[in-house]
């Protein structure tokens, strides 16, 4: 098999998982969104999503939450080298959380107009005072995260 084609196929594993949580945070009742962060070896740190009503917490977003597990798995406060899989363009928040943490590489499902902060919105990477800025790619799974949410509001709102 081809370098690429493996990548591309590893890509898609962990934004699988992404979904899963998203699916999951969803059945309990919070914004479906998903993150997975995989080591610079590829392995799975942490899933988690979102648990802001759960927990009552409004920084706990499905992106802060996998990066919060990870280093307290690893014993670090950093993750540098390692791949932020999320179903949802980060928010401003979490995009600061995400540099903080040095995070080498963010894929992400569906963009966020409204309230994304990586290339929409505050666009808080391409910012001068950004301390680090991962590599971005965006549109991973990105009809299926869409429709997850499409489907969550639509229900809410009756």
Do not use: W
Not at 100 to 114: C, E, M, Q
């Amino acid at each position: 098999m081809r370098p690429g084609k493996s990548r591309c196929m590893e890509r898609s594993a962990h934004m699988a998982l992404a979904l899963d949580a998203a699916r999951d945070a969803a059945q309990r009742g919070e914004v479906p969104v998903g993150a997975v962060v995989v080591s610079p070896e590829g392995r799975v740190l942490a899933v988690r999503g979102n648990e802001t009503r759960a927990t009552h917490d409004p920084s706990a977003h499905a992106e802060v939450q996998a990066i919060r597990a990870a280093c307290a798995m690893l014993g670090q406060e950093r993750l540098p080298g390692a791949s932020l899989y999320v179903t949802l363009e980060p928010c401003a928040a979490c995009a600061g959380v995400i540099a903080a943490a040095r995070i080498a590489r963010l894929y992400y499902g569906a963009s966020d107009p409204k309230s994304g902060g990586t290339e929409h919105g505050a666009r808080v990477f391409s910012h001068p005072q950004a301390h680090h800025t991962p590599e971005i790619y965006a549109g991973i799974a990105e009809r299926e995260a869409e429709a997850l949410l499409r489907t969550f509001f639509q229900v809410r709102r009756g």
